[in-house]
């Protein structure tokens, strides 16, 4: 099957000529339409700041919590 240069890298084949056999394009696109699972990026956390603006540091003494973020 020919395919363009775009194609090929569109579908990551790049090692692949321009006749690129027909079974290899089917797997690929599968591959590029298959669901990926929950690839959203976590929520971003703000640090934690004092009254006057300041960073707040984290308390080793209490380990299970991070008091530099907020939750």
């Known amino acids: 099957m020919y395919l363009t240069n775009n194609e090929r890298i569109r579908l990551g ?3 692949y000529g321009s006749d690129v056999p ?3 394009v089917n797997a690929a696109v599968e591959a ?3 669901p990926q699972g929950d690839n959203s990026a976590p929520a971003a ?3 934690a700041r004092t009254r006057s603006g300041k960073f707040k ?3 080793p ?3 299970v919590v991070d008091e530099a973020w907020e939750h």
């Open 45 to 47: 956390q703000a640090r």
């Open 57 to 59: 540091p984290d308390d």
């Open 13 to 15: 084949i790049q090692g």
């Open 32 to 34: 590029l339409n298959a």
């Open 61 to 63: 003494a209490t380990p």
């Open 22 to 24: 027909e079974e290899v």
